[in-house]
């Protein structure tokens, strides 16, 4: 059986949403190690034996040549993104998984992984189309170009084979991440997403994953209908929810799927309100709305505190 290490990166604020994450994982999927990426510092803040059997990976740990900089130069939420390549490299290297599988916080699973364990045997990469199909013609949000201007592939979830052809696109985006993930979709810009665009182009053996269980969100619900069959919830009268990607969704509104699109609405959708409750009991029990008080050892400084680290004083 192949090695599967699954991993995630985060602020200590987020660090009850990526524990419902990782439970939920663990679930269906308990033979993999689960690794939490720590974009902050493990300190009496963070009770790390709290998260066990999960792994808090501090950042520093990585030791990144660029690291510093690059707390200057991005916010809080494009330093994460960036860091996933970062994260994804080191993993590699010194875990030597079999397969790599990377995890947004914002993502409850609801079945096994084993299709893409099944695609891995025979491609290098994995990635995940935001959307398959067309939106209606309905002037109602997202539209295709909302995908244009922030990339055909979602960044929250992709798998890896330990090989050389993954190695040499985490090297070319790497190369990238640090100096490029800014959220500027003005200037084709949007953090580590975009890039995933030329993958398919510039990297061979990439798997374009085409089951509809998998990530599940506001920007696909129009291609993805979700009923409940025996207990278990089925995507377009074939295939089982793998998972549900929540982007969007605020803890302070329940019954709002997304701020980002307004085409649905959570009263008219029955299986989605059962799913939405089913992350929103996740994330009291792991004490979501307390975590995000902790501020990031890493947040970006501003004004005159700025000026001083950008002169090294």
């Given at each position: 059986?192949?090695?599967?290490?699954?991993?995630?990166?985060?602020?200590?604020?987020?660090?009850?949403?990526?524990?419902?994450?990782?439970?939920?994982?663990?679930?269906?999927?308990?033979?993999?190690?689960?690794?939490?990426?720590?974009?902050?510092?493990?300190?009496?803040?963070?009770?790390?034996?709290?998260?066990?059997?999960?792994?808090?990976?501090?950042?520093?740990?990585?030791?990144?040549?660029?690291?510093?900089?690059?707390?200057?130069?991005?916010?809080l939420?494009?330093?994460?993104?960036?860091?996933?390549?970062?994260?994804?490299?080191?993993?590699?290297?010194?875990?030597?998984?079999?397969?790599?599988?990377?995890?947004?916080?914002?993502?409850?699973?609801?079945?096994?992984?084993?299709?893409?364990?099944?695609?891995?045997?025979?491609?290098?990469?994995?990635?995940?189309?935001?959307?398959?199909s067309?939106?209606?013609?309905?002037?109602?949000?997202?539209?295709?170009?909302?995908?244009?201007?922030?990339?055909?592939?979602?960044?929250?979830?992709?798998?890896?084979r330990?090989?050389?052809?993954?190695?040499?696109?985490?090297?070319?985006?790497?190369?990238?991440?640090?100096?490029?993930?800014?959220?500027?979709?003005?200037?084709?810009?949007?953090?580590?997403?975009?890039?995933?665009?030329?993958?398919?182009?510039?990297?061979?053996?990439?798997?374009?994953?085409?089951?509809?269980?998998?990530?599940?969100?506001?920007?696909?619900?129009?291609?993805?209908?979700?009923?409940?069959?025996n207990?278990?919830f089925?995507?377009?009268?074939?295939?089982?929810?793998?998972?549900?990607?929540?982007s969007?969704y605020s803890f302070?509104?329940?019954?709002?799927?997304?701020?980002?699109?307004?085409?649905?609405?959570?009263?008219?959708?029955?299986?989605?309100?059962?799913?939405?409750?089913?992350?929103?009991?996740?994330?009291?029990?792991?004490?979501?709305?307390?975590f995000l008080?902790?501020?990031?050892?890493?947040?970006?400084?501003?004004?005159?505190?700025?000026?001083?680290?950008k002169?090294?004083?």
């Amino acid at each position: 059986m192949q090695s599967v290490i699954a991993y995630t990166v985060c602020t200590a604020s987020h660090l009850g949403q990526a524990k419902t994450m990782a439970d939920s994982l663990a679930k269906h999927n308990p033979s993999y190690e689960i690794i939490i990426g720590l974009l902050d510092k493990l300190d009496k803040r963070i009770d790390a034996e709290a998260f066990k059997p999960y792994r808090l990976l501090p950042v520093e740990e990585l030791a990144i040549p660029e690291f510093a900089d690059m707390c200057v130069k991005y916010s809080l939420m494009e330093l994460s993104c960036a860091l996933k390549s970062f994260y994804a490299s080191y993993l590699l290297e010194k875990e030597s998984p079999d397969m790599l599988v990377y995890v947004d916080t914002d993502i409850m699973v609801f079945d096994s992984f084993q299709y893409a364990e099944e695609k891995i045997q025979d491609y290098s990469i994995i990635l995940s189309p935001h959307i398959t199909s067309p939106y209606p013609a309905d002037n109602k949000r997202p539209q295709e170009n909302t995908i244009t201007n922030v990339g055909n592939y979602n960044g929250g979830f992709f798998v890896l084979r330990n090989d050389g052809n993954a190695r040499a696109f985490l090297r070319w985006w790497e190369n990238h991440m640090k100096d490029k993930c800014f959220d500027r979709p003005a200037d084709g810009l949007f953090v580590d997403q975009v890039w995933f665009n030329y993958v398919p182009i510039f990297f061979p053996g990439v798997f374009i994953i085409d089951h509809d269980g998998y990530n599940i969100a506001y920007w696909n619900i129009h291609e993805r209908d979700i009923e409940k069959v025996n207990g278990r919830f089925v995507v377009n009268k074939k295939f089982p929810l793998v998972f549900l990607h929540f982007s969007g969704y605020s803890f302070k509104h329940p019954d709002q799927i997304a701020r980002h699109q307004d085409r649905f609405e959570m009263a008219e959708l029955p299986c989605y309100r059962e799913l939405f409750q089913q992350i929103q009991n996740g994330l009291i029990e792991n004490k979501h709305e307390s975590f995000l008080t902790i501020q990031s050892s890493y947040a970006r400084p501003t004004g005159f505190k700025a000026f001083l680290k950008k002169v090294g004083l």
